[in-house]
């Protein structure tokens, strides 16, 4: 028995060496250099966030096509003048016959008939300017700016509602990692208390005090701490990922966080439940729905007609003479200058009115199915509501449970100190066994990674109140 306890005890001193691998041994140099390196505070995360995120930037591009499009409706409000110059060369053969140009292009020469095909061509050219006011619309025009104006207000909710998310986002990520990495602490510290008993005890087998059997427990709890230990690692290693890409980081280094969060807890000024109302996805979705109204008066407004004020100024030049005749075909010239100079003008001004009378049929079901929509969006308003009602009910309910824990952690890590150096002592004596040791070693392990839990469970509450709530600031003022 002696022999075999002297092979599986051999060099006992330096077995916690031996069981720390490769990776743990990154993870404590990783440590070291970021000791120094000044911590990320939470605010300078949520900015450098807020700053290079791209969904954030993508919701501020659509903004901008918004107030493009929105600067174009005012634009609508400006005549339409196009200015036409054109010079070609053909030939003029007419003929009579019947000719509707739908869908087709044709060529607008004009000249005589004749007999047979004549292949006389001259130089041409028109020169047009055409004018085209919409004075009038009937509303139609002011339906329309209104409604690229509730669009930007949509876009501009929606991008708040997108900033608003995305620091809660960072801030729980930024909670998250803070407690993964002290949780790798505690699972230091509990690698730590494991590797002091199994020295003790692989010396008091050694030297006969123990059964064997001792040293397999602690053999059994060395493990048991290093597979917490490297869960730990790899946990925090998760979450350190999620932070990193909510920043738009590209560092894979740890991350050095405010510990400042383990020391004090927020001053609650006011727990009343509080209300959703400046919520911005409250506000988002009321936008959504503004839009749908203004869309419905849009469309309403386009069933009626417009009121035009054109006016047409044109000039023509032709290498033909006015008095070309099949009789008479040599009375043309190819000189382009004298083709393109122009010889005739005319000019046509005007008002029109066109209304498709029809279209109120077509209209009536399209403001039917936007009407439609806006109900929808009004049941979404509503679900979104209810939910933000009821978390933020839980989340007042969180804090004071969460503020209930912490009081009482004090009082059980306290407690399994005391039992934990008790058993400790007794058994270095052997005054108690192993097994007792064991549940003294798990209890302050457990009250460690309570009272971290606690801290962090205080800050989380708050900030699922401040993201029900809409009051971002109710957090962030807290933060120090």
Same mark, same amino acid.
């Given at each position: 028995?002696?022999?075999?306890?002297?092979?599986?005890?051999?060099?006992?001193?330096?077995?916690?060496?031996?069981?720390?691998?490769?990776?743990?041994?990154?993870?404590?140099?990783?440590?070291?250099?970021?000791?120094?390196?000044?911590?990320?505070?939470?605010?300078?995360?949520?900015?450098?966030?807020?700053?290079?995120?791209?969904?954030?930037?993508?919701?501020?591009?659509?903004?901008? &096509?918004?107030?493009?499009?929105?600067?174009?409706?005012?634009?609508?409000?400006?005549?339409?003048? /196009?200015?036409?110059?054109?010079?070609d060369?053909?030939?003029?053969?007419?003929?009579?016959?019947?000719?509707?140009p739908?869908?087709?292009?044709?060529?607008?020469?004009?000249?005589? $008939?004749?007999?047979?095909? !004549?292949?006389?061509?001259?130089?041409?050219?028109?020169?047009?300017?055409?004018?085209?006011?919409?004075?009038?619309?009937?509303?139609?025009?002011t339906?329309?700016?209104?409604?690229?104006?509730?669009?930007?207000?949509?876009?501009s909710?929606?991008? /708040?509602?997108?900033?608003?998310?995305?620091?809660?986002?960072?801030?729980s990520?930024?909670?998250?990692?803070?407690i993964?990495?002290?949780?790798?602490?505690?699972?230091? !510290?509990?690698?730590?208390?494991?590797?002091?008993?199994?020295a003790?005890?692989?010396?008091?087998?050694?030297?006969?005090?123990?059964?064997?059997?001792?040293?397999?427990?602690?053999?059994? =709890?060395?493990?048991?701490?290093?597979?917490?230990?490297?869960?730990a690692?790899?946990?925090?290693?998760?979450?350190?990922?999620?932070?990193? @890409?909510?920043?738009?980081?590209?560092?894979?280094? =740890?991350?050095?966080?405010?510990?400042? @969060?383990?020391?004090?807890?927020?001053?609650?000024?006011?727990?009343?439940?509080?209300?959703?109302?400046?919520?911005p996805?409250?506000?988002?979705?009321?936008?959504?729905?503004?839009?749908?109204?203004?869309? &419905?008066?849009?469309?309403?407004?386009?069933?009626?007609?417009?009121?035009?004020?054109?006016?047409?100024?044109?000039?023509?030049?032709?290498?033909?003479?006015?008095?070309?005749?099949? =009789? @008479?075909?040599?009375?043309?010239?190819?000189?382009?200058?004298?083709?393109?100079?122009?010889?005739?003008?005319?000019?046509?001004?005007?008002?029109?009115?066109?209304?498709?009378?029809?279209?109120?049929?077509?209209?009536k079901?399209?403001?039917?199915?936007?009407?439609?929509?806006?109900?929808?969006?009004?049941?979404?308003?509503?679900?979104?509501?209810?939910?933000?009602?009821?978390?933020?009910?839980?989340?007042?309910?969180?804090? $004071?449970? !969460?503020?209930?824990?912490?009081?009482?952690?004090?009082?059980?890590?306290? &407690?399994?100190?005391?039992?934990?150096?008790?058993?400790?002592?007794?058994?270095?004596?052997?005054?108690?066994?192993?097994?007792?040791?064991?549940?003294?070693l798990? &209890?302050?392990?457990?009250?460690?990674?309570?009272?971290?839990?606690?801290?962090?469970?205080?800050?989380?509450?708050?900030?699922l109140k401040?993201?029900?709530?809409?009051?971002?600031?109710?957090?962030?003022?807290?933060?120090?």
């Amino acid at each position: 028995m002696r022999r075999f306890r002297a092979e599986l005890f051999k060099e006992p001193f330096h077995l916690l060496s031996k069981l720390l691998s490769p990776a743990l041994v990154i993870l404590f140099s990783l440590k070291a250099a970021a000791q120094n390196r000044s911590p990320l505070l939470l605010s300078e995360a949520i900015q450098t966030g807020l700053h290079r995120y791209q969904g954030i930037l993508a919701k501020q591009n659509i903004i901008r &096509a918004s107030e493009a499009l929105l600067r174009n409706a005012g634009n609508q409000y400006l005549p339409n003048v /196009v200015l036409g110059l054109q010079q070609d060369y053909g030939t003029v053969n007419g003929q009579y016959g019947p000719l509707t140009p739908y869908g087709v292009t044709g060529v607008s020469s004009s000249g005589p $008939t004749y007999p047979s095909q !004549s292949w006389n061509a001259a130089f041409g050219a028109t020169y047009l300017i055409n004018t085209n006011w919409e004075v009038f619309t009937f509303g139609k025009l002011t339906a329309q700016i209104r409604l690229s104006e509730q669009r930007v207000k949509r876009d501009s909710a929606d991008f /708040v509602q997108e900033e608003f998310i995305h620091g809660v986002r960072i801030s729980s990520a930024y909670l998250n990692l803070l407690i993964a990495q002290r949780l790798i602490k505690n699972a230091e !510290s509990n690698l730590n208390r494991a590797a002091r008993l199994q020295a003790v005890v692989l010396a008091r087998t050694k030297s006969g005090l123990n059964a064997g059997v001792d040293s397999s427990v602690a053999n059994a =709890e060395v493990s048991a701490a290093k597979l917490s230990l490297i869960s730990a690692v790899g946990n925090e290693q998760q979450l350190r990922s999620q932070l990193t @890409f909510l920043i738009d980081s590209t560092s894979t280094q =740890e991350i050095m966080l405010d510990s400042s @969060f383990f020391k004090n807890i927020p001053a609650f000024v006011n727990d009343t439940t509080g209300n959703i109302i400046q919520n911005p996805q409250v506000k988002y979705y009321q936008a959504i729905i503004d839009e749908s109204r203004f869309t &419905a008066s849009y469309l309403r407004k386009s069933i009626f007609p417009s009121l035009n004020i054109f006016g047409i100024g044109q000039g023509r030049g032709s290498g033909f003479d006015y008095n070309y005749a099949p =009789e @008479f075909t040599s009375r043309y010239t190819k000189n382009y200058f004298a083709g393109v100079k122009p010889g005739r003008a005319n000019y046509a001004a005007g008002v029109s009115v066109a209304w498709n009378i029809l279209s109120i049929k077509k209209i009536k079901e399209q403001v039917s199915a936007q009407n439609f929509l806006t109900e929808a969006y009004k049941n979404q308003s509503d679900l979104v509501n209810s939910q933000l009602k009821n978390q933020l009910v839980l989340a007042s309910q969180r804090i $004071t449970n !969460s503020l209930q824990s912490f009081r009482e952690v004090p009082i059980e890590y306290k &407690a399994a100190a005391d039992a934990y150096t008790q058993k400790n002592v007794l058994y270095k004596n052997g005054l108690t066994n192993i097994v007792d040791l064991q549940q003294a070693l798990y &209890a302050i392990n457990k009250a460690e990674t309570d009272m971290s839990i606690a801290y962090i469970n205080v800050w989380q509450a708050l900030l699922l109140k401040a993201a029900t709530s809409g009051d971002f600031n109710l957090f962030l003022s807290q933060v120090k």
